[in-house]
Structures are given as C-alpha cells and as structure tokens.
C-alpha cells in the first residue's frame, strides 16, 4: 500500500530512477510511477521541513500525484540499522577493553600489595 504523499512539492524526476506501474490510489487508474527526488528544502504539508536532498518519493504519471518511495525508507532504515549495529559492536569492544584494563590493573595493585605486605613482614 503506498502512502498519499503530497502534490504540491516541487520534485526533479530522476533518470535512472526505478519505474513501478500500479494502481494510484490518487486517481484510481493504473499509472507508470516515477521516482523523484524531492528538492532540498520542501516543507511536507507545510510543517515538517526535509532534511537534504535525500528523500525519494514515487510520483504518478497521470496525476502526478507523490507517495513515499518505501523501497528507499527501508533501504535508508537498512542503513540506519547496520551502523546502529556496528556501533553497539564497536561500543562492546571498547567495554572489554576496558574490563581488560581494569582486570591489568587490579592483577597490578594486587602484585604491590603483596610485595608491600611482603616488605613490612621483613
Ligand atoms: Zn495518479
């Protein structure tokens, strides 16, 4: 199901963007849908301003009509999850390292305790 967008943005049609065709649920008949790019600054219903350049909508071939390019939110949800994921991994490490450190140092403190203890008996 694709979600109506918004007709009044101003969108550059892209060239080797993908082709879809079926039924737009704008105007009811069965239509070639082109992704477009939406130009930077176009505010969605006048409220939330898009960020960048970035974001892709399907657009309508017979009314021109825009819906969200899911294809393009999943791939950039993707994105997003992968360097979630390889930041928690990186996060992981850097707490074992630091429990490495901490084990170095308490096995250290341990060694001079005992060479201290060791030095008093004496
Ligand atoms: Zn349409």
């Known amino acids: ?15 080797d963007g993908r082709k879809e065709t079926h ?5 009811g008949k069965t239509a070639t849908f082109y992704q477009c790019e939406v130009d ?17 909508v399907m657009q309508c071939g017979e009314c021109l009509a825009l819906f969200k390019d899911e294809e393009d939110e999943k791939a950039m949800r993707a994105e997003t999850e992968r360097l979630a994921k390889e ?14 450190e901490y084990k170095q140092r308490e096995a250290e403190v341990d060694d001079e305790l005992a060479q201290l203890k060791k030095n008093l008996g004496k």
Do not use: H, P
């Open 1 to 15: 199901m694709l979600i109506f967008w918004s007709t009044k943005n101003k969108v550059n049609r892209l060239q």
């Open 23 to 27: 039924k737009c649920s704008s105007c």
């Open 40 to 56: 930077k600054g176009v505010k969605l219903y006048g409220v939330v301003t898009l960020f960048g350049s970035q974001q892709k």
């Open 87 to 100: 930041e928690a991994k990186r996060e992981a490490l850097r707490q074992q390292i630091k429990d490495e």
